[in-house]
């Protein structure tokens, strides 16, 4: 097997996990979040603005995953 096939295989499969670890990630977030607002109404603000910073960290690290298969795609 030569690096273009082992590359055509892995890249998409690479793409896969992250994507799915995202997901994982991002809906406990929105669970824990929810969670937090039924307790407090009051800080419901403040959750928000928590919760959406750390969803952008992890869209950021599926789109770095992106990036990077996109450029090893060049290789092939």
Do not use: H, W
Request: charged content about 10%; glycine content about 8%.
């Amino acid at each position: 097997m030569d690096y273009r096939t082992a590359l055509a295989l892995a890249l998409p499969l690479a793409l896969g996990i992250a994507a799915f670890g995202s997901a994982i990630g991002l809906g406990k977030s929105v669970a824990a979040a929810m969670e937090a607002t039924a307790r407090q109404p009051e800080a419901s603000t403040r959750i928000l603005i928590n919760m959406a910073t750390g969803c952008a960290f992890i869209e950021a690290l599926t789109i770095y995953a992106l990036v990077f298969v996109f450029m090893l795609a060049g290789k092939i």
